[in-house]
């Protein structure tokens, strides 16, 4: 069970908008701590996609965006591509009694 | 150009020790934290263990805490993980990856190695 919670699965067909959820809590997403997407393509490792709840590394097109608030973080991939399909994870920091790194379950999206 | 390739993996039998490298180059290793990331077949990301740039900092997963050492060298630009009494549920693909800031905190991974198999098994 992941500290942080994503749907397991999204889908969507080309050209649409699709989200994300990330939900934490009040040691994690709630206290302040920045949150994080990665993209993961079939085979390949982890990709930065958005760091700092809202902000795209170079290279990434502007069709990711990240959002947050309160206790939980979304990921928006508006105009869906083929090349979209993956799985997606958040990643934020919890300050509990076991401070540490948390990642969120994973969502795999589905190009229709 | 930037890198992290890690080695070290192979198979291993229950309560046995491994030892994982990741040899970093491209970036200026010490001014990083660093990480310990792994995937166990089909399953999503687990953060294992990471560690500041000085060493000074060290955090783990409660499921390998006191099992798993990280460490790092920064004059030979590496970072380790010493894995005791393994266990099967630790079978998973290891991944290296680099910190955005210089502590363990909320920072992103912003560069991650391709990963190097565990397996434990009799």
């Known amino acids: 069970q992941s500290v942080l919670t994503q749907p397991p699965s999204v889908s969507g067909a080309p050209g649409q908008r699709v989200t994300i959820s990330c939900t934490g809590s009040?040691?994690?997403?709630?206290?302040?701590?920045?949150v994080h997407w990665y993209q993961q393509l079939p085979g390949t490792a982890p990709k930065l996609l958005i760091y700092?709840?809202?902000n795209r590394p170079s290279g990434v097109p502007d069709r990711f965006s990240g959002s947050k608030s309160g206790t939980s973080a979304s990921l928006a991939i508006t105009g869906l591509q083929a090349e979209d399909e993956a799985d997606y994870y958040c990643?934020?920091?919890?300050?509990?009694?076991?401070?540490?790194?948390?990642f969120g379950g994973g969502t795999k999206l589905t190009v229709l | 150009e930037v890198q992290l390739v890690e080695s070290g993996g192979g198979l291993v039998q229950p309560g046995r020790s491994l030892r994982l490298s990741c040899a970093a180059s491209?970036?200026?290793?010490?001014?990083?934290?660093m990480h310990w990331v792994r995937q166990a077949p089909g399953k999503g990301l687990e953060w294992v263990s990471g560690?500041?740039?000085?060493?000074?900092?060290?955090g783990y997963a409660d499921s390998v805490k006191g099992r798993f050492t990280i460490s790092r060298d920064n004059a030979k630009n590496s970072l380790y993980l010493q894995m005791n009494s393994l266990r099967a549920e630790d079978t998973a693909l290891y991944y290296c990856?680099?910190?955005?800031?210089?502590?363990?905190?909320?920072?992103?991974?912003?560069?991650w190695g391709q990963g190097t198999m565990v397996t434990v098994s009799s």
């Open positions: 990856a680099k910190d955005y800031g210089d502590y363990v905190q909320d920072d992103a991974f912003d560069i």
């Open positions: 700092g709840n809202s």
């Open positions: 990643q934020s920091y919890d300050s509990s009694l076991s401070a540490h790194v948390v």
């Open positions: 009040s040691s994690n997403i709630g206290a302040g701590y920045d």
């Open positions: 560690i500041s740039w000085n060493s000074g900092s060290i």
């Open positions: 491209g970036f200026t290793f010490d001014d990083y934290a």
